[in-house]
């Protein structure tokens, strides 16, 4: 079962009704500090935490908008809905229990209320399909087909059956429907409530939080932590923490306390430090030269602790866990943690990471990035939030959503699928929901092509890909895509570039921002650019104007503008000999619309998609000439 899709109703600075698609592997939320990443992912977590926790259930006078409290203050508001899509596994298991076909809709909802309660929509059952399952089932004589068919309802159905009790099969029947009802809890539709509860409610997905505040204590008190409850030398997370390392070795606390021989816990031990260490560093490659190593000590005072350390093979001594970088401690903690969920094959859950690695540097990042991509995504969804560049695969900027705060007391925080949006309020979403500005820009290579856009990243990246598969020119490798974020900044990024003594082309639209041209001429005339480092669509096509929309043979364009917008666009309404994308904005009302939205949704539907050798050739073409520009 997958989870499609989550609507925010109202939640702490979420205002008013947001929703965003959950993609089916990973998907990114980006956002500033502040910008309501975090209430994103608990809302969610509240919905169906893996686990009964305090921490992580619904408080309408925590939790609901502080402006709007008083008035629902008798209520009982929804907080959460969850869309979720049956896999041919739930499906099976139903049709098992009844008959094929008995499901004909695939997509349920789950809307969670601030009392903790739940109410599921949208389960759709083929009640004909029931009626016909129960006349094959048990055997049902010709008067009772004919009566059972004829009934329009579950309680019609109850009724015909008890009032024909007499006749063959009628009694077993009435017994089932008996049961159904019973197991339909407060649902209005009997057989609806008894499948969903019996059959799709205990598959949904539990969610399994982690925050980058989440670590384990380099040295447990074993007689304070089998209290099982905070201390002043163990915070709640802590004991989380080291709850999952105990539960992860097999151990019990109270036989370590009652033992003075310690070699068999030893050993249990040290398989869980093995295992651990075999995955840490798989993915750990800053420093190969660590071993995990647990060591029970008894204190002069009677109190026995569990010390983890650290031995370098390198140096040849061990230290602390405390001694590492938070970046490393926050790494292994999260594998115990993970290792203890990965162990529970009885349960289905999805990830929700928040922050993940906020303590890693850029290179440790990547390695976590790489961890989630081939350890986590193969197996449970994941959710995670950033506000790093090096948590963003550029590849895949169609799995991201981004999270911004209005600063307009009415709406609050907004989440979007839409990474390049012209609003005002975020200018540049990626850039500006990363939080770093121009000046800290960490995209940079020794090789750096400027683009003006998140589109442009993804048509590149993913054509340059497909040419390279067909064994034909796509971009060097060594060649760093930039969006800057419109042409307005291209002289800005060319200065920091320059100043850093980096390599730099310009691949740009035709100007229309008249300011931005005589800017960039500028940077020419003072020779802090060669013109010819400067390139523009318009040189491929052999035209005079020409934007990366252009590239593309018009109808397969299309595909893209009406399968992102939900339109029906026809190549009949477009001048085959004029550029794309003005015609687009006319036949939109002149009203300007998201350019990355069907770069998005090339991205999704890449695998199904036929572009022509035309397109592909203006493509090849496009990275020949970039190529060149570096020579």
């Keep these: 079962m997958l989870l499609k899709k989550v609507s925010i109703h109202k939640y702490k600075s979420f205002l008013t009704e947001q929703s965003y698609e959950v993609e089916p592997q990973i998907t990114r939320i980006v956002g500033k500090n502040e910008s309501g990443k975090t209430a994103l992912l608990e809302a969610l977590a509240k919905s169906n935490y893996f686990e009964d926790n305090t921490e992580f259930r619904f408080n309408k006078d925590l939790d609901y908008p502080r402006s709007e409290l008083i008035k629902v203050r008798n209520e009982n508001p929804p907080a959460l809905t969850c869309e979720y899509e049956l896999s041919d596994e739930d499906i099976s298991r139903v049709e098992t229990a009844f008959a094929k076909g008995i499901i004909p809709r695939k997509n349920f909802c789950v809307t969670s209320f601030y009392d903790n309660t739940s109410k599921a929509s949208g389960v759709e059952i083929d009640f004909t399909v029931f009626k016909d399952w129960l006349i094959s089932f048990f055997g049902v004589g010709d008067q009772g087909k004919q009566l059972i068919r004829a009934a329009d309802s579950f309680s019609s159905l109850e009724s015909v059956v008890s009032e024909n009790a007499e006749l063959p099969a009628m009694e077993q029947i009435q017994a089932q429907l008996g049961e159904i009802k019973t197991g339909a809890g407060d649902f209005e539709n009997r057989l609806e409530g008894y499948i969903y509860n019996t059959y799709l409610s205990p598959e949904i997905p539990k969610l399994w939080y982690f925050s980058d505040y989440f670590s384990l204590p380099c040295r447990i008190n074993l007689d304070d932590f089998s209290t099982g409850q905070p201390t002043n030398n163990l915070s709640r997370e802590e004991v989380k923490i080291a709850n999952a390392l105990f539960e992860l070795s097999g151990l019990r606390v109270s036989d370590i306390q009652n033992e003075s021989n310690f070699e068999a816990f030893?050993?249990?031990?040290?398989?869980?430090?093995?295992?651990?260490?075999?995955?840490?560093?798989?993915?750990?490659?800053?420093?190969?030269?660590?071993?995990?190593?647990?060591?029970?000590?008894?204190?002069?005072?009677?109190?026995?602790?569990?010390?983890?350390?650290?031995?370098?093979?390198?140096?040849?001594?061990?230290?602390?866990?405390?001694?590492?970088?938070?970046?490393?401690?926050?790494?292994?903690?999260?594998?115990?943690?993970?290792?203890?969920?990965?162990?529970?094959?009885?349960?289905?859950?999805?990830?929700?990471?928040?922050?993940?690695?906020?303590?890693?540097?850029?290179?440790?990042?990547?390695?976590?990035?790489?961890?989630?991509?081939?350890?986590?995504?193969?197996?449970?969804?994941?959710?995670?939030?950033?506000?790093?560049?090096?948590?963003?695969?550029?590849?895949?900027?169609?799995?991201?959503?981004?999270?911004?705060?209005?600063?307009?007391?009415?709406?609050?925080?907004?989440?979007?699928?839409?990474?390049?949006?012209?609003?005002?309020?975020?200018?540049?979403?990626?850039?500006?929901?990363?939080?770093?500005?121009?000046?800290?820009?960490?995209?940079?290579?020794?090789?750096?092509?400027?683009?003006?856009?998140?589109?442009?990243?993804?048509?590149?990246?993913?054509?340059?890909?497909?040419?390279?598969?067909?064994?034909?020119?796509?971009?060097?490798?060594?060649?760093?895509?930039?969006?800057?974020?419109?042409?307005?900044?291209?002289?800005?990024?060319?200065?920091?570039?320059?100043?850093?003594?980096?390599?730099?082309?310009?691949?740009?639209?035709?100007?229309?921002?008249?300011?931005?041209?005589?800017?960039?001429?500028?940077?020419?005339?003072?020779?802090?650019?060669?013109?010819?480092?400067?390139?523009?669509?318009?040189?491929?096509?052999?035209?005079?104007?020409?934007?990366?929309?252009?590239?593309?043979?018009?109808?397969?364009?299309?595909?893209?503008?009406?399968?992102?917008?939900?339109?029906?666009?026809?190549?009949?309404?477009?001048?085959?000999?004029?550029?794309?994308?003005?015609?687009?904005?006319?036949?939109?009302?002149?009203?300007?619309?998201?350019?990355?939205?069907?770069?998005?949704?090339?991205?999704?539907?890449?695998?199904?998609?036929?572009?022509?050798?035309?397109?592909?050739?203006?493509?090849?073409?496009?990275?020949?000439?970039?190529?060149?520009?570096?020579?």
């Design 266 to 631: 030893k050993a249990q031990l040290e398989a869980t430090s093995n295992s651990i260490t075999d995955d840490m560093f798989e993915y750990w490659t800053t420093n190969q030269n660590l071993e995990i190593r647990f060591e029970i000590e008894h204190a002069p005072n009677g109190v026995r602790y569990l010390n983890i350390r650290i031995y370098n093979s390198k140096h040849r001594v061990t230290l602390p866990l405390k001694n590492r970088s938070k970046g490393f401690l926050w790494f292994f903690s999260f594998l115990v943690w993970f290792s203890k969920i990965q162990g529970d094959k009885k349960s289905k859950y999805i990830l929700l990471l928040d922050e993940p690695g906020l303590s890693l540097h850029a290179s440790a990042q990547n390695d976590l990035l790489r961890f989630i991509d081939e350890k986590l995504a193969p197996e449970y969804q994941v959710i995670y939030t950033t506000h790093s560049p090096f948590m963003i695969d550029s590849l895949k900027l169609n799995e991201v959503r981004t999270v911004y705060d209005t600063q307009n007391p009415k709406i609050g925080s907004v989440v979007s699928d839409a990474v390049e949006e012209k609003d005002s309020d975020t200018l540049f979403p990626l850039q500006a929901a990363l939080g770093y500005t121009i000046a800290q820009n960490l995209y940079v290579s020794p090789k750096n092509l400027l683009v003006e856009g998140i589109s442009d990243l993804v048509y590149l990246n993913h054509f340059s890909t497909i040419l390279k598969d067909m064994g034909k020119e796509g971009l060097s490798e060594d060649i760093t895509i930039v969006p800057v974020g419109g042409a307005d900044k291209i002289a800005t990024f060319i200065s920091l570039m320059r100043g850093n003594e980096l390599s730099t082309v310009c691949l740009l639209d035709t100007f229309t921002d008249q300011a931005a041209q005589a800017r960039l001429k500028r940077m020419v005339e003072q020779k802090i650019i060669a013109d010819k480092k400067i390139l523009y669509y318009h040189s491929i096509m052999g035209q005079a104007y020409a934007d990366i929309e252009d590239l593309f043979d018009k109808e397969e364009y299309l595909v893209l503008f009406n399968g992102a917008f939900g339109k029906s666009v026809q190549i009949s309404e477009l001048d085959t000999n004029k550029p794309i994308m003005s015609q687009l904005k006319r036949l939109n009302g002149n009203k300007a619309f998201n350019h990355y939205s069907p770069a998005n949704y090339m991205a999704k539907n890449i695998g199904s998609l036929v572009f022509s050798d035309e397109t592909m050739g203006r493509f090849e073409k496009l990275f020949a000439m970039v190529n060149s520009k570096f020579d």
